[in-house]
């Protein structure tokens, strides 16, 4: 435990001021004693202020988020003993990340049609007091779109959140086929002459800018040929 204790005579003892980030303001982990009533008060270099309460701190989100570095944290203890004078000191604050893991969830949509919303699931670990999946700023990523073709697509993500070391499993967007009806139109040709099917008129509900010729028909005439005799055949 680093400390730096000075000008006071109130004794008191430090323990290791290391927590994981639960959503809750910290102080230092300071047990005093040889005084019955007491209060401790806490800032950081960029205060000019001490706070009881260092949720109502200017710069409060020091006491409460992960902490890149140990933070200095500078204390005044204070007695309502006019015999004790107070005592200053500074110690090292350590608020580390929250372990979760985030499982992607997999989702579907049938070719042409928009994209579904993409959500996630905890799998292991748990948010902090208050917090939702929400708070945790899932980017996701995913090559699937509202043109793509059928088929199945990864589903990436990456937690914005610096208060959460978080492992992602990714999800898959699959991309289902539309149904579609195409109609048919006549065709007529003369009897002992070769069939001529190219003009044939086709209509069918597509999307995506998509045309007749992308969908590569190849047209069936059965029990016909140039020989039949003459009559109508599907």
Not at 84 to 97: E, H, Q, R, V
Not at 158 to 182: D, F, L
């Amino acid at each position: 435990v680093s400390i730096l204790g000075f000008n006071g005579d109130i004794d008191f003892e430090l323990q290791e001021s290391v927590y994981t980030y639960d959503g809750y303001y910290h102080g230092l982990n300071i047990a005093v004693s040889g005084v019955s009533e007491y209060i401790i008060k806490y800032k950081t270099f960029n205060l000019a202020t001490y706070y009881e309460d260092v949720s109502n701190a200017v710069f409060n989100d020091v006491f409460k988020n992960v902490t890149l570095e140990p933070l200095d944290v500078w204390f005044i203890i204070s007695s309502t003993d006019e015999n004790k004078s107070d005592t200053y000191g500074k110690a090292c604050l350590t608020i580390n990340p929250r372990d979760i893991t985030i499982a992607i969830d997999s989702k579907q949509s049938t070719y042409g049609d928009n994209l579904a919303s993409l959500s996630s699931t905890i799998k292991s670990g748990s948010l902090a007091t208050g917090e939702s999946i929400e708070d945790l700023d899932i980017r996701y990523s995913t090559t699937a779109s509202a043109s793509a073709n059928a088929g199945s697509y990864p589903i990436t993500g990456i937690v914005n959140n610096i208060n959460y070391n978080a492992i992602i499993i990714r999800g898959t967007y699959t991309i289902t086929a539309k149904s579609i009806t195409a109609q048919i139109g006549d065709a007529s040709g003369q009897y002992g002459n070769e069939f001529n099917l190219s003009s044939v008129s086709v209509t069918a509900n597509l999307v995506n800018g998509d045309t007749i010729a992308d969908l590569n028909l190849q047209f069936i005439v059965t029990d016909i040929s140039n020989t039949n005799s003459v009559g109508t055949y599907q």
